[in-house]
């Protein structure tokens, strides 16, 4: 698992397969990473994870691919994966309201209040990561999307931590999401009531073929 921040893809994968080696470039986050028995942490960047060549069956990424170098990091996975290997990069993009109304409201928040404070490579994982090479034998994954009930609040403690709203702090001196939560109220009725949030789930997944 590359990238793997604080362990949440690596910890899944623990449960179908019987070794998992999960890299971060950050030696922090791989202290901070939540240990499991199956589960070996190293730090390592993605392009040069240090595993030995032919040694995997599934090479994962989740939200971090737009991050890569990806030519080098599609020369280490095929290096590192078994032929008929897998490499499985997913990403989630921007949340959905049930509501039109306050989905409207929330694009906008997206789009033009902290908009301009996105790194460019954001775009990337907007898209799925459509149009991101990817030199292996595709397969395609069904549709997929994260969901959770969440109150007015505890969206707004989602929005807090993005990077573009803390970007967005530190050259404004002011929290934008406090602005979106008085539009948002109206339409949302009780803050305490939780609504369905969706995020959409973008795979690009392909086999590395004997060569």
Do not use: K, M
């Amino acid at each position: 698992d590359c990238a793997t921040g604080s362990g949440q893809a690596a910890l899944g994968l623990a449960e179908h397969f019987a070794r998992v080696a999960a890299t971060d470039a950050s030696a922090e986050q791989v202290a901070h990473a939540q240990p499991h028995p199956r589960v070996e942490y190293r730090v390592a960047p993605a392009e040069r994870c240090g595993l030995p060549g032919r040694s995997a069956d599934l090479v994962t990424v989740a939200q971090a691919l737009h991050w890569f170098d990806l030519p080098a990091f599609h020369r280490e996975a095929r290096r590192v994966l078994r032929p008929g290997g897998l490499l499985a990069a997913w990403g989630y993009g921007n949340p959905v309201l049930p509501d039109a109304a306050l989905d409207d409201v929330l694009a906008d928040f997206y789009d033009r209040v902290v908009g301009p404070y996105w790194p460019p490579e954001r775009r990337l994982l907007l898209e799925g990561y459509a149009s991101v090479p990817f030199p292996f034998r595709e397969t395609p994954a069904p549709p997929l999307a994260i969901e959770a009930d969440l109150t007015l609040q505890e969206l707004a403690g989602y929005l807090r931590t993005w990077s573009a709203t803390s970007r967005y702090v530190a050259a404004h001196g002011a929290d934008p999401v406090v602005a979106l939560l008085a539009e948002l109220r109206p339409g949302w009725g009780d803050p305490a009531t939780a609504r369905r949030v969706r995020w959409p789930l973008a795979v690009r997944a392909g086999y590395a073929d004997a060569e």
